[in-house]
Structure formats: structure tokens, C-alpha cells
T-cell receptor, first 112, second 114 residues
Framework: RKEVEQDPGPFNVPEGATVAFNCTYS??????FFWYRQDCRKEPKLLMS???SGNEDGRFTAQLNRASQYISLLIRDSKLSDSATYLC?????????????FGSGTRLSIRP | AAGVIQSPRHLIKEKRETATLKCYPI?????VYWYQQGPGQDPQFLIS???????DKGSIPDRFSAQQFSDYHSELNMSSLELGDSALYFC?????????????FGNGTRLTVT
């Protein structure tokens, strides 16, 4: 089983819709989680950090389910500009260094 | 706010040549990470440095080496380049090696090996 798994999509939804996708992780000791968005041929950009049960920032909500070991990202009232690949990132816990493990990403396409 | 600076933005090399990629982290960030991202792939961790010492190693080929200098900038040296090395190379920095610190990425260097 991969350490971090995401549904690759693509998710193709109309503008204004609500869309959600999940990321499962295998290390039950993981304490922090991050969602990044990456546009084509650009660098990943931090979208949200999740340290406890969840986080909300405007139209974006991240929820953590420790029992089932997954993090979800919910996007409400989606915009055309939300089209991107969303990467789930789960740091591997180590005493002296963290190796950041990326999920393969979920592609989201918002259509007019 | 200052971001992670990478240079060059684009680099074209021939097979068997060498290449050096540079990364300048955000000020006061003492940890640097290098990632390689092929077309349609997720970023693959190569190597990281904390306080100028290698802190972690991923899938970095033996032909590659890297170091972090006293001013915290880092360089990735790639020798005997192969066609398969063509990719986007990202550098990221964080204020510590702690797992709670998110990474901040540079714009990347696009390496094309012909």
C-alpha cells in the first residue's frame, strides 16, 4: 500500500458546484497534513495546513478523520480558477528530519 | 514576501553533460528539499539538508550530488546526464525539519536533456 493515496480523477464539475476528494494515509502516527495545489508546469503552492480535526479558509474546507486515516478537501462554489491538480502531503515523522510524501494528486477541472 | 529562488528557470543540456541547479531558500529557513517531477508525475523527493548537513535522502541517483552552503543556499549537481533526467526540479524550504512545517516551493528549473 502506498503511504499516501489519492483518487487521480479527473474530476470534471460545473462552475458553482461543490466538489470533494479524499486522501488516505498509512502512517497512523502522522500529525500534520497539507493540501497543495499545482497548476500545469508550475510549482506546488500551499493551500491548507491541517493539524487537528480540520481547517476552513473561505470556500475551502479540509477535514481530518484519524480513525479512518484520511483527509478530505471540500471546495464550495467552485470557480474556473480552481482547475488544478491538488496534492495531498503527509510528512513522515522522524526525529531529525522529515521526508515529505506527496500523493499522486487529484486533477480537478471546472467547466463553465 | 521573499520566496524561494531557483536558477536557472530553464536549462538545456546534452546527454553526458553536467548541470548545476541553484536554490536560495526563504530567509531564516534552514531546511532545503530537492524534488524531481517528471511529466504527469507527482514530485519525487531527492534529498534534503538541515543546517548545511544532509538530513534525508530519497531516490537520488548516484550521478547527482547536492550540498547546502554556509549562506543556506543549495546546489544540485547532476553529471552524466541522461534523457530520463529531463524534468522539473523543485527546491523547497521550511523553517525547520519538524513535520509541522509546510514546504514553500521555488518556481522550479526545467531541465531538458537532448
Amino acid at each position: 500500500r502506498k503511504e499516501v493515496e489519492q483518487d487521480p480523477g479527473p474530476f470534471n464539475v460545473p462552475e458553482g458546484a461543490t466538489v470533494a476528494f479524499n486522501c488516505t494515509y498509512s502512517n497512523s502516527a502522522s500529525q500534520s497534513f497539507f493540501w497543495y495545489r499545482q497548476d500545469c508546469r508550475k510549482e506546488p503552492k500551499l493551500l491548507m495546513s491541517v493539524y487537528s480535526s480540520g481547517n476552513e479558509d473561505g470556500r475551502f474546507t479540509a477535514q481530518l478523520n484519524r480513525a479512518s486515516q484520511y483527509i478530505s478537501l471540500l471546495i464550495r462554489d467552485s470557480k474556473l480558477s480552481d482547475s488544478a491538480t491538488y496534492l495531498c502531503v503527509v510528512p513522515r515523522q522522524r526525529s531529525s528530519a522529515s521526508k515529505i510524501i506527496f500523493g499522486s494528486g487529484t486533477r480537478l477541472s471546472i467547466r463553465p | 514576501a521573499a520566496g524561494v529562488i531557483q536558477s536557472p528557470r530553464h536549462l538545456i543540456k546534452e546527454k553526458r553533460e553536467t548541470a548545476t541547479l541553484k536554490c536560495y531558500p526563504i530567509p531564516r529557513h534552514d531546511t532545503v528539499y530537492w524534488y524531481q517531477q517528471g511529466p504527469g508525475q507527482d514530485p519525487q523527493f531527492l534529498i534534503s539538508f538541515y543546517e548545511k548537513m544532509q538530513s534525508d535522502k530519497g531516490s537520488i541517483p548516484d550521478r547527482f550530488s547536492a550540498q547546502q552552503f554556509s549562506d543556506y543556499h543549495s546546489e544540485l549537481n547532476m553529471s552524466s546526464l541522461e534523457l530520463g533526467d529531463s524534468a522539473l526540479y523543485f527546491c523547497a524550504s521550511s523553517p525547520s525539519t519538524g513535520a509541522n512545517s509546510p514546504l514553500h516551493f521555488g518556481n522550479g528549473t526545467r531541465l531538458t536533456v537532448t
